[in-house]
Nanobody, 123 residues
Framework: VQLQAFGGGLVQAGGSLRLSCAAS????????IGWFRQAPGQEREWVSC????????YYTSSVKGRFTISRDNANNTLYLEMNSLEPEDTAVYFC?????????????????WGQGTLVTVSS
């Protein structure tokens, strides 16, 4: 079971990036799958998740309306489209697989993590 995240980079405020997370060893659609981020000196923060139950999506309030999570079942890949990026979005972003099918909002509920990809938003 493995997750590999990529797509981070340096972008100016107001710009966009799309993160990808390739899954192997399991079927992405069978579990809740999410994105977290960790800014320097901060705790890891839940950003978004995609339910394995009913394809519902959820977002933390600070990214709602700007970020979109999606899943490509054919390619077993998760995405996070990030628009209107702000300097406060600067962090290492991680994709993760939940132990559950239902939506999961706590890091404790996730049992497999990608290696992280750095997003830097300049002002």
């Amino acid at each position: 079971v493995q997750l590999q995240a990529f797509g981070g980079g340096l972008v100016q405020a107001g710009g966009s990036l799309r993160l990808s997370c390739a899954a192997s060893g399991f079927t992405l659609a069978a579990y809740a799958i999410g994105w977290f981020r960790q800014a320097p000196g901060q705790e890891r923060e839940w950003v978004s998740c995609f339910s394995g139950n009913d394809d519902s999506t959820y977002y933390t309030s600070s990214v709602k309306g700007r970020f979109t999570i999606s899943r490509d079942n054919a390619n077993n890949t998760l995405y996070l489209e990030m628009n209107s990026l702000e300097p406060e979005d600067t962090a290492v972003y991680f994709c993760a697989k939940s132990s559950y099918t239902r939506s999961s909002f706590s890091a404790r509920e996730y049992d497999c993590w990608g290696q992280g990809t750095l997003v830097t938003v300049s002002s």
